[in-house]
């Protein structure tokens, strides 16, 4: 995965650092332009959930992506999570369909697994479809929040009059904003490409371990591709960003990322879009990192030097997943024994032969381990633990990100030629209050 800025596309220069959430919008709101061909509403309402116990009203948005015309040209990776939610099961079956024109999306619910979920979605794609006048066929139903209750369908239903009618062009931002669950903040990305370009916005900040996660990811272009192209695209970018991704291990039931061009800007190579594409993912990826439930640290693991590109992956996934590394890199304390352990616990259960002597791991710019041996000592310990501090976030800080710096933990092995990355986050009291109070 690479944060280069492409020279052949323009992509707007990685973050700069803020100092408070108003300075972070202002920076959105210079890059949430939406493509021609687009048009998004929001909208929220108040309901009382019938599985709660209490009868205090919750809050639920309501948001609508939809392109001018019906296109042929959309595509959608899916969650592998053997016990998929609603939409997730709709949404396979619709990507038979010629067409698509839009996608609703609510927070708070998940819509998954309840007696009456397929139907739920249906229902809203049907009302929707009335108020647009397209056939329910073409929409889409995406759903994120508590797993097992039940949509508030007449409140929804309510709801989308003032969907419909409130769809305008211009920014995405307030899309972006509606769809967070426990995100810290909205995330947007943008690249101009020929005379169009394409514009990224995600949600997700806790159960992400794809393929795929607790994450939304909608890809809106204006730039002519045709359907079987633009779903290969999709597919090699969300493999080169999503999934090398993990917050805590956890691979969710509901959640996916969609493509669809409205096709009304010239087209440009292949080559050039899935750069496009695949950069604006990878930025996408490490945002919903860094926004991580309780994030303190983004750790990026490189492999190297494995018999293949997917065992090294695994083994990078290995050691952000680790509680004990996560929990090392939380607390500052540079205990790189931890990240040996954690691989060998890797190679040991995967049956992957790799001799000691020719391993050597990096952390940020020390050698901790060579030739069979760790490297380390007092001097080298206290460096490393300023190193850790300096990439450190404060998970109490919501609003925006406070910078883009990781962790950088290199391991280079000798047997083969196989590389592969992670992007994970450290583990924080902050992100256990978080889930152990998510419903109340």
């Known amino acids: 995965m690479s944060f280069d800025r492409p020279e052949a596309i323009g992509l707007a220069p990685e973050f700069p650092e803020f100092s408070t959430e108003s300075e972070y919008r202002r920076y959105l709101s210079t890059v949430a332009e939406l493509p021609a061909g687009f048009r998004v509403s929001t909208a929220s309402i108040a309901f009382i959930p019938s599985e709660r116990p209490t009868l205090e009203p919750y809050r639920m948005n309501l948001s609508l992506i939809c392109a001018d015309e019906p296109t042929e040209s959309f595509g959608g990776v899916f969650t592998r999570n053997a016990f998929p939610g609603a939409p997730v099961i709709l949404g396979r ?16 619910i998940a819509n998954v697994r309840s007696t009456t979920g397929i139907r739920d979605a249906e229902r809203i794609t049907e009302v929707l479809g009335r108020e647009l006048h397209a056939a329910p066929e073409k929409l889409l139903s995406v759903s994120t929040g508590i797993i097992g209750w039940k949509l508030p369908i007449p409140e929804m239903e309510g709801a989308i009059p003032e969907l419909v009618s ?10 972006a904003d509606a769809i967070m669950t426990t995100d810290s903040f909205p995330k947007v990305r943008r690249v101009a490409l020929g005379e169009g370009s394409v514009v990224g916005i995600a949600k997700g900040a806790g159960m992400i371990e794809p393929n795929m996660a607790t994450m939304l990811v909608f890809l809106l272009t204006d730039v002519a591709i045709d359907r079987e192209a633009a779903r290969s695209l999709l597919r090699t970018s969300v493999d080169g960003s999503f999934n090398t991704i993990s917050v805590d291990g956890d691979m969710s039931t509901s959640d996916m990322v969609l493509l669809l061009s409205s096709g009304v800007k010239p087209a440009v190579s292949e080559a050039m879009l899935g750069d496009a594409i695949g950069e604006l993912s ?30 090294a992956r695994a083994a990078a996934k290995a050691i952000v997943n680790s509680p004990l590394v996560k929990t090392a890199m939380y607390g500052n304390d540079p205990n790189v024994g931890r990240i040996l352990s954690a691989l060998g616990d890797y190679a040991g259960n995967a049956g992957l032969a790799i001799e000691p002597e020719k391993v050597r791991i990096d952390v940020g710019p020390e050698t901790v381990y060579a030739a069979g041996a760790f490297e380390i000592d007092r001097e080298k310990e206290i460096r490393l633990s300023e190193y850790l501090k300096s990439a450190a976030l404060n998970p109490r800080l919501l609003g925006y990100p406070q910078h883009q710096r990781s962790v950088e933990i290199r391991i280079a092995c000798d047997g083969g030629a196989g590389v592969g990355e992670a992007i994970g986050a450290d583990l924080s009291d902050q992100y256990v209050r978080e889930n152990a109070d998510y419903r109340t």
């Open 93 to 108: 079956r619709r990507m038979d369909e010629p067409s698509i024109q839009g996608v609703v999306i609510n927070n708070k």
């Open 166 to 175: 409130g769809l305008h062009a211009g920014s995405a931002l307030d899309v």
């Open 282 to 311: 990878s930025r996408l990826a490490a945002d919903i990192v860094r926004n991580g439930e309780g994030t303190g640290h983004v750790i990026h693991v490189q492999v190297s030097g494995l018999p293949d590109n997917a065992t």
